[in-house]
T-cell receptor
Framework: AQSVSQHNHHVILSEAASLELGCNYSYGGTVNLFWYVQYPGQHLQLLLKYFSGDPLVKGIKGFEAEFIKSKFSFNLRKPSVQWSDTAEYFCAVITGGGNKLTFGTGTQLKVEL | DTAVSQTPKYLVTQMGNDKSIKCEQNLGHDTMYWYKQDSKKFLKIMFSYNNKELIINETVPNRFSPKSPDKAHLNLHINSLELGDSAVYFC??????????????FGEGSRLTVL
C-alpha cells in the first residue's frame, strides 16, 4: 500500500520568505500526486496536482511543486509567502488505477507579519 | 451553490448516543467519500462509494455505517458514540470514471464532539 510522509510538521516563516515543504511517497508504480490546503476553520481545497508530463506543476496562488521520480518526492514551493498562506498543507498520493487517496500527516505553516 | 454540503456542521452529543451526518454533492460526480480528521489534523479515509456501491471500507468499527441512497448523497450513521469518535468528518466527491483519479472536492466538515 502507498504511504506519504511530510517531514516538516510545523513551519514558521516571515512574510516574503521562500517556502519549501517536503513530501515523499512510497510506491514503485505510477502515481498521481496532489497538494491540498486547509485554511483555518475551512475545508480542504486542491492547490495543485500532477498526473503526467512536465514534472514542474503550477497551482493556484503562486504555488508550484516538482515531481522527482528518482527521489519519490513532490515538494511544494513558493518564492514569497504571504500572511494569508497560513494554513495546513497536505500532500496526497493515489496509485495509477487505484481508488484511495492517501494523505500525509500535514504541515502547519504559519506566516508572520 | 455549495458543491459538497454536509449537515450538521457542529454536533455535540453524549457517549452512547446515535447520530447521523448527511452529505450531498451537486457536481454530478460518481464517487463519494468519508474522511475522518483527528485532533492532530491527520486525515484518514473511512469509506468510499461509487454509484451507490461500497468500494472502500477501511478498518472502521461496525458502529459506523454509511448509506448512499443515490450517487449524489452519502450519509454516515454512528451508533453508540464513544469519546474517541470526536473528530471532524469530511465528505468528499470525485469523478472516478473518465478522469484521472484523486482530485477530490471536500465539504466543509462536520465537527463531532462526544462528551
Amino acid at each position: 500500500a502507498q504511504s506519504v510522509s511530510q517531514h516538516n510538521h510545523h513551519v514558521i516563516l516571515s512574510e516574503a520568505a521562500s517556502l519549501e515543504l517536503g513530501c515523499n511517497y512510497s510506491y514503485g508504480g505510477t502515481v498521481n500526486l496532489f497538494w491540498y490546503v486547509q485554511y483555518p476553520g475551512q475545508h480542504l481545497q486542491l492547490l495543485l496536482k500532477y498526473f503526467s508530463g512536465d514534472p514542474l506543476v503550477k497551482g493556484i496562488k503562486g504555488f508550484e511543486a516538482e515531481f522527482i521520480k528518482s527521489k519519490f518526492s513532490f515538494n511544494l514551493r513558493k518564492p514569497s509567502v504571504q500572511w494569508s498562506d497560513t494554513a495546513e498543507y497536505f500532500c496526497a498520493v493515489i496509485t495509477g488505477g487505484g481508488n484511495k487517496l492517501t494523505f500525509g500527516t500535514g504541515t502547519q505553516l504559519k506566516v508572520e507579519l | 451553490d455549495t458543491a459538497v454540503s454536509q449537515t450538521p456542521k457542529y454536533l455535540v452529543t453524549q457517549m452512547g448516543n446515535d447520530k447521523s451526518i448527511k452529505c450531498e454533492q451537486n457536481l454530478g460526480h460518481d464517487t463519494m467519500y468519508w474522511y475522518k480528521q483527528d485532533s492532530k489534523k491527520f486525515l484518514k479515509i473511512m469509506f468510499s462509494y461509487n454509484n451507490k456501491e461500497l468500494i472502500i471500507n477501511e478498518t472502521v468499527p461496525n458502529r459506523f455505517s454509511p448509506k448512499s441512497p443515490d450517487k449524489a448523497h452519502l450519509n454516515l450513521h454512528i451508533n453508540s458514540l464513544e469519546l474517541g469518535d470526536s473528530a471532524v468528518y469530511f465528505c468528499a466527491s470525485s469523478q472516478a470514471t473518465g478522469r484521472p483519479a484523486g482530485e477530490l472536492f471536500f465539504g466543509e466538515g462536520s465537527r463531532l464532539t462526544v462528551l
